[in-house]
């Protein structure tokens, strides 16, 4: 079972600049996808990025797109969220989840019933 653990979230003033980092432990990514979600008070849940299980393909919901960038370390295990040019519409709690998938797949997801595997979340604030 793959377990998740987000970290880096915290208090930032617009246009600043967060590192949002994502540990797997229990089975390497290269098996699975893994995705960015976000859920603001009084909203729904929405996947902002996702990478797919081989690395080779990422991709970002238009409002982040250009600011954001996912990453994944394979020899840490760890896939990141690199956030810039923040606004305060992105002020919410971010999750890290992992979709399974095959080794050195292309695939990735942004629904959330295709991932299994969540992690608590971690806030991020952006507010002057």
């Known amino acids: 079972q793959l377990q998740l653990v987000e970290s880096g979230g915290g208090l930032v003033q617009p246009g600043g600049s967060l590192r949002l980092s994502c540990a797997a432990s229990?089975?390497?990514?290269?098996?699975?996808?893994i995705g960015w979600f976000r859920q603001a008070p009084g909203k729904e849940c929405e996947g902002v990025s996702c990478v797919s299980s081989s690395g080779r393909t990422t991709n970002y919901i238009d409002s982040v797109k250009g600011r954001f960038t996912i990453s994944r370390d394979a020899a840490k295990n760890t896939v990141y969220l690199q956030m810039n040019a923040l606004k305060p519409e992105d002020t919410a709690v971010y999750y890290c989840?992992?979709?399974?998938?095959?080794?050195?797949?292309?695939?990735?997801?942004?629904?959330?019933?295709?991932?299994?595997?969540w992690g608590q979340g971690t806030q991020v604030t952006v507010s002057p």
């Open positions: 989840a992992g979709a399974r998938s095959t080794y050195g797949s292309n695939w990735y997801s942004f629904r959330e019933a295709d991932f299994g595997s």
């Open positions: 229990g089975f390497p990514l290269d098996y699975y996808a």
